[in-house]
């Protein structure tokens, strides 16, 4: 089943939406602090910060990962970069890097105490600067998870700052029920999809098995019996439309988002033409 909006039905972004939904049940300070998730808690077994001493070792860290923090600091040895180090062992699937060559400092334009957050899905940076003594390990720890987009982000109150400052003006949600014994195969395919679709569309995981996501599917007024789905919009405008399928696939995904694509498409196309027929 499709089901599609035109852009302007409703008076609020679905963003918006979606994001005071999930804060009317948890803070993103409080859920970014206090996450309990095995992957969020253990300390990495690889020694972090990596130390960073050159450009060519600062451009092959970036690269390597879907997320990578760096720490741009003069003298490794300041309090600031202590809190950056406590913070790089309570996070360990994000990379961290540090250095303090003024090279690497010069190169990526930062200045010293700053932490840059670089990441792959959309190409985008983001910064905290250190210098100010109310950022700690515990606020830093929270910047990151609030912008680590990844190839596909599980959309929740901590990613949902992120999701909404990401440039991609395209996003494709999968509403699916992380429990079901089908789901690291929807994930596997709905990823490898998102590889297609890299720095054009943002890919989300909205978990149908939470209560605090029931909201959600009211405002794309699907039912629980209704999934998998999809849906897909355009931030600018809010227009989206929803599909239901019996199971996701590689192709059903790139069909999906391929014409929804090319329908903005002939809209841009339209509203470029407009003001000329209209003097003719």
Known sequence: MVRKRQAGTMGTSVFLCLFVILLTRCSPSECAGGSDSASHS????TEKPVLLNNIADAEAFI????????????DPQTPEADQFRLAAGQIAEVPFGLSSSAAVLSHYGASANTVALFRKVDSDRRDLDMNNRDVDAKKLTRFVRMNELRLVTEYNPVTAIGVMQSSLQFNLLLITDKMSPKHPERMRKFRTAAELYKGKILFILLDSNLKTN?????YFQLKKSQLPALAIFHTPDDEHVVLTVDEISIERVQDFCNHFLERMQKKEDKSENKPLNEEL
Request: net charge negative; no cysteine.
């Open 214 to 218: 029931e909201r959600v599917l009211s």
């Open 42 to 45: 253990t300390a990495s077994t």
């Open 63 to 74: 690269s390597g990962a879907e997320v990578a923090v760096i720490g741009f600091f003069q």
